[in-house]
């Protein structure tokens, strides 16, 4: 039913915000990696899925229809709206609203932390010389995951109790935080144990391992 197309695991951080999402809902999938940074091949290999030119990319196949869903925000919200039993977004109205701000917040904000702390998922590394604008946004994402953390995460440990898609968003900000060694509060760490713990979190860091080790990442 699902095929993923994904990026090199290493350093494509869109790529697994959907993976998490997908392994989340228990349906079974395929995956197709395309590897990053191998220009001018790498676009030339995502557009012959998503005339967008960008992963991650899912493709659907129901009753011999298909469907391609390419950007990792409108693949978290299909899979959210096709598999309603895993619970992607919290049930209470008030509460979904806001996760979904957190959702959208990630994916359309924090240049600076995408641009100075890339995603490098399977390595540890020094931090570079952070802008000011870095350290803000460092700020703001422990902030609002302190806020969320202290309303919800008794009911369930992740940002909105439940695992959700405002979880899968912060995923890439998790592994980001961890390589570069971002100093964070007890409840922050607690959380990112709990994401990293994450059998999808693991089997990613795996294969991220395995592209490093064979010189591709
Ligand atoms: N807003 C998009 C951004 C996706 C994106 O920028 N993906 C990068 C890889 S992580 C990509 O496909 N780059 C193409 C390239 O490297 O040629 C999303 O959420 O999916």
């Known amino acids: 039913m ?4 994904v990026g090199t695991r290493e350093w494509s951080s869109w790529s697994l915000r959907p993976y998490v999402a997908l ?3 228990g349906a079974p999938f395929d995956e197709v990696l395309i590897r990053l940074r191998q220009q001018p091949l790498t676009g030339d290999e995502i557009k012959r899925y ?10 659907i196949e129901d009753d011999g229809r298909s469907a391609m869903v390419w950007d990792s925000l409108a693949i978290c919200e299909t ?3 096709r598999h309603p039993e895993a619970r992607l977004w919290p049930a209470d109205p008030l509460v979904r609203a806001e996760a979904r701000s957190y959702a959208a917040e990630m994916h359309s904000g924090f240049p600076d932390l995408r ?3 890339s995603m490098s998922f399977s390595r540890t590394l020094p931090p570079p010389e952070l802008r000011d604008a870095t350290k803000q946004q460092i700020e703001r994402i422990i902030e609002a995951w302190m806020s969320a953390l202290a309303r ?3 009911a369930g440990g992740f940002l909105f109790g439940g695992f959700s898609v405002a ?3 912060y995923a890439p900000v998790v592994s980001r935080f961890a390589t570069y060694g971002v100093e964070v509060p007890a409840p922050v760490k607690a959380y990112m144990e709990r994401i990293r713990a994450l059998p999808a979190m693991r089997d990613w860091g ?3 391992k395995k592209e490093v080790e064979a010189g591709v990442a």
């Open 167 to 169: 979880d899968c968003m």
């Open 206 to 208: 795996a294969a991220a």
């Open 23 to 25: 392994r989340a809902t």
């Open 50 to 59: 998503s005339k967008a030119g960008r992963v991650p990319i899912l493709k």
């Open 115 to 117: 641009d100075q702390l």
């Open 152 to 154: 919800f995460s008794s």
């Open 79 to 81: 899979l959210a709206e």
């Open 2 to 5: 699902y095929t993923l197309i």
